[in-house]
């Protein structure tokens, strides 16, 4: 616009010129002006109003000189043409001039249309508070139901179920279908706490009903081993009994059974408290007698019939056993004594063949043996024959026969006979002995 006024006022200063002269100037003058404010420029806010027109006035003649800093002066040697054309380009220079002084304008985002904001949430009705308040209890609830079922102890699990029950009917209501889901959760904790129970509870009655059996096997053994001799033994047995009683554990009817069990031992136990009450003078016989046997196996050593004396030491260890108990310290000294002395002879029968047949005495060893038990046989019928002589008399009067027979002998019958085998018997006894005398003072032996 400002170059058309422009434009405009130059048109009316040069009307002389011809048309196509102005068609030139008006040319140049737009393409200064492209090139002095391009379209990059924006345009100002404000358009400055266009100056009213000034009174002609005739132009000065080339004599007159021209005012300095006058832009509209005319210039020495041009055209009217040229003249209009300065013109042109001073305006257009000072349009960019004042274009380029002016700050460019922010670019502007696209406006975005404001989003409807979020009506604000109204206040809860006591009611719907109320029902919050419900709901969230009954999860709490819910939630600890759920543990017990899957964790809680057997012994408190239903105590602890049965207090959230509780619990729960003081809770309140909410909806009727929100109480309806609330409440079949619960419920299938309930389920999964009393299915576990009753597994449990089956796998345990199974459990005892087992260990009652073992227990019932342990109380028959128990009862025959409170009647046993060797009490030392049975108690030992005892004791054995107890420990598989304890590591059994619980069983049904546990009380009862440990009654039994009880009663066998206490039957044991009273029999081995007699005996120990009793056995204090017990304890002495026992100790005369065991070193009474140690003396008799010491007495072995040297016994020149070989056979004879393994059969004693076997009588002898039977007879040591049996010799009852002598005391805690004094029982196994003598044992200790007992086994040494039993050594002892074992060393000497191992070695002893060995040393008849280096000396030669084997066949007088053996001879001496058929002495001793032919002595021993004779013995023994000399004691029969007395004791029937003892029976009757010379006058066949009654004697008894020790029983309820009475028996009558004559003086030429049965007493001249065995009165007759007695005195032979004494006399081939001595003969026997006489001959084991002198046999052991070759052998060596006192």
């Given at each position: 616009?400002?170059?058309?006024?422009?434009?405009?006022?130059?048109?009316?200063?040069?009307?002389?010129?011809?048309?196509?002269?102005?068609?030139?100037?008006?040319?140049?003058?737009?393409?200064?002006?492209?090139?002095?404010?391009?379209?990059?420029?924006?345009?100002?806010?404000?358009?400055?109003?266009?100056?009213?027109?000034?009174?002609?006035?005739?132009?000065?003649?080339?004599?007159?000189?021209?005012?300095?800093?006058?832009?509209?002066?005319?210039?020495?040697?041009?055209?009217?043409?040229?003249?209009?054309?300065?013109?042109?380009?001073?305006?257009?220079?000072?349009?960019?001039?004042?274009?380029?002084?002016?700050?460019?304008?922010?670019?502007?985002?696209?406006?975005?249309?404001?989003?409807?904001?979020?009506?604000?949430?109204?206040?809860?009705?006591?009611?719907?508070?109320?029902?919050?308040?419900?709901?969230?209890?009954?999860?709490?609830?819910?939630?600890?139901?759920?543990?017990?079922?899957?964790?809680?102890?057997?012994?408190?699990?239903?105590?602890?179920?049965?207090?959230?029950?509780?619990?729960?009917?003081?809770?309140?209501?909410?909806?009727?279908?929100?109480?309806?889901?609330?409440?079949?959760?619960?419920?299938?904790?309930?389920?999964?706490?009393?299915?576990?129970?009753?597994?449990?509870?089956?796998?345990?009655?199974?459990?005892?009903?087992?260990?009652?059996?073992?227990?019932?096997?342990?109380?028959?053994?128990?009862?025959?081993?409170?009647?046993?001799?060797?009490?030392?033994?049975?108690?030992?047995?005892?004791?054995?009994?107890?420990?598989?009683?304890?590591?059994?554990?619980?069983?049904r009817d546990d009380q009862q059974l440990w009654q039994r069990f009880k009663a066998a031992?206490?039957?044991?136990?009273?029999?081995?408290?007699?005996?120990?009450?009793?056995?204090?003078?017990?304890?002495?016989?026992?100790?005369?007698?065991?070193?009474?046997?140690?003396?008799?196996?010491?007495?072995?050593?040297?016994?020149?019939?070989?056979?004879?004396?393994?059969?004693?030491?076997?009588?002898?260890?039977?007879?040591?056993?049996?010799?009852?108990?002598?005391?805690?310290?004094?029982?196994?000294?003598?044992?200790?004594?007992?086994?040494?002395?039993?050594?002892?002879?074992?060393?000497?029968?191992?070695?002893?063949?060995?040393?008849?047949?280096?000396?030669?005495?084997?066949?007088?060893?053996?001879?001496?043996?058929?002495?001793?038990?032919?002595?021993?046989?004779?013995?023994?019928?000399?004691?029969?024959?007395?004791?029937?002589?003892?029976?009757?008399?010379?006058?066949?009067?009654?004697?008894?026969?020790?029983?309820?027979?009475?028996?009558?002998?004559g003086q030429s019958g049965q007493y001249s006979s065995v009165a007759a085998d007695a005195?032979?018997?004494?006399?081939?006894?001595?003969?026997?002995?006489?001959?084991?005398?002198?046999?052991?003072?070759?052998?060596?032996?006192?």
């Open positions: 616009m400002m170059d058309e006024e422009f434009t405009s006022h130059d048109d009316d200063d040069s009307v002389s010129n011809d048309t196509a002269g102005l068609d030139a100037a008006t040319s140049r003058s737009m393409t200064v002006n492209d090139v002095a404010g391009s379209d990059d420029q924006p345009e100002p806010v404000e358009q400055s109003q266009a100056a009213p027109d000034e009174p002609f006035e005739p132009k000065p003649s080339e004599s007159d000189p021209a005012e300095p800093g006058d832009d509209t002066a005319p210039i020495s040697g041009l055209t009217s043409l040229d003249a209009a054309t300065a013109r042109s380009m001073t305006v257009a220079d000072d349009a960019g001039q004042t274009a380029d002084d002016q700050p460019e304008p922010a670019e502007q985002s696209p406006a975005v249309p404001d989003e409807p904001s979020a009506p604000e949430p109204a206040e809860p009705t006591p009611r719907q508070a109320q029902r919050a308040a419900t709901r969230a209890t009954k999860q709490s609830l819910i939630a600890q139901a759920e543990l017990i079922a899957l964790t809680a102890p057997p012994a408190t699990a239903a105590a602890d179920m049965k207090a959230l029950f509780e619990r729960w009917k003081q809770a309140g209501r909410t909806t009727k279908s929100e109480d309806d889901a609330l409440w079949a959760r619960f419920n299938r904790a309930q389920d999964q706490l009393f299915t576990r129970l009753n597994l449990l509870r089956e796998q345990r009655n199974s459990q005892l009903a087992e260990a009652a059996r073992a227990k019932q096997s342990l109380i028959a053994t128990a009862e025959e081993v409170c009647q046993r001799a060797d009490l030392r033994q049975a108690a030992e047995t005892m004791a054995s009994l107890m420990a598989q009683w304890k590591a059994i554990g619980q069983a031992q206490d039957t044991l136990y009273q029999r081995r408290n007699e005996d120990r009450q009793t056995s204090q003078a017990g304890q002495v016989q026992a100790a005369a007698t065991k070193r009474a046997i140690i003396a008799e196996v010491q007495g072995l050593v040297g016994s020149p019939d070989l056979r004879r004396a393994n059969t004693e030491l076997r009588d002898l260890r039977v007879r040591f056993r049996q010799a009852g108990y002598a005391g805690r310290d004094l029982n196994k000294k003598l044992s200790n004594q007992f086994d040494k002395a039993c050594q002892e002879f074992n060393d000497w029968a191992h070695a002893e063949p060995g040393r008849r047949r280096e000396t030669g005495q084997v066949t007088s060893y053996d001879r001496r043996a058929r002495l001793v038990r032919l002595i021993e046989q004779t013995r023994a019928d000399l004691t029969t024959a007395e004791t029937t002589l003892k029976t009757t008399d010379s006058s066949g009067a009654k004697r008894s026969h020790g029983s309820s027979i009475t028996v009558l002998l005195m032979r018997l004494k006399v081939q006894l001595a003969d026997l002995e006489q001959q084991l005398s002198r046999l052991d003072a070759a052998l060596g032996r006192d």
